[in-house]
């Protein structure tokens, strides 16, 4: 799980790489991923590229 206000910060510093009428459909997109208990949001327009990490936990 990921805080909301963590997720929020994150989401709004990548999407500033997100352009507004894309080329390509795909640049459209952020990307989330994880690694070792941390979230990757990450977002390009082919000449910016911004990349944010998170904390995340198991909510097990």
Do not use: H, Y
Not at 5 to 20: C, G, I, T, Y
Not at 35 to 57: E, H, K, P, V
């Amino acid at each position: 799980m990921v805080q909301q206000e963590n997720l929020k910060k994150a989401l709004a510093q990548v999407s500033r790489a997100v352009p507004s009428k894309p080329v390509m459909p795909v640049l459209s997109n952020v990307c989330l991923a994880t690694d070792q208990g941390r979230l990757r949001l990450s977002a390009t327009n082919l000449n910016l590229a911004i990349t944010s990490w998170t904390g995340a936990f198991d909510s097990r």
